[in-house]
């Protein structure tokens, strides 16, 4: 089983920038794939960004290019997520995840998640 929790949520103004982290413990070589996602009130969850936990390649959503960037570092075994030029329709619950499998930007791939932070990003 792989393990994780994030963490550096927060309440932010528009324009503001936050970073997340996500630790994670257990089988972490099962891992092939993180992700970020996030879900807002009465919205779905959706795809944010993803890194393949060997090489380092990334991928975006349209709504977070260029203001936002994931990376990671394997020797701490942690994810980020730095979020720069907040806007409002940023707020949600920011989620990890874990694929160990593939590159998917659907939720459903990924088979280990944490249980999120909150971002709010005040107008």
């Known amino acids: 089983q792989v393990q994780l929790v994030e963490s550096g949520g927060g309440l932010v103004q528009a324009g503001g920038s936050l970073r997340l982290s996500c630790a994670a413990s257990g089988r972490t070589f099962k891992i092939y794939t993180m992700g970020w996602f996030r879900q807002a009130p009465g919205k779905e969850r959706e795809f944010v960004a993803r890194?393949?936990?060997?090489?380092?390649?990334?991928y975006y959503a349209d709504a977070v290019k260029g203001r936002f960037t994931i990376s990671r570092d394997n020797a701490k075994n942690t994810v980020y997520l730095q979020m720069n030029s907040l806007k409002p329709e940023d707020t949600a619950v920011y989620y990890c995840?874990?694929?160990?499998?593939?590159?998917?930007?659907?939720?459903?791939?990924?088979?280990?998640w944490g249980p999120g932070t909150q971002v709010i990003v005040s107008s």
């Open positions: 890194i393949r936990w060997s090489g380092g390649v990334t």
């Open positions: 995840a874990a694929d160990p499998y593939g590159n998917s930007f659907l939720p459903d791939e990924y088979d280990y």
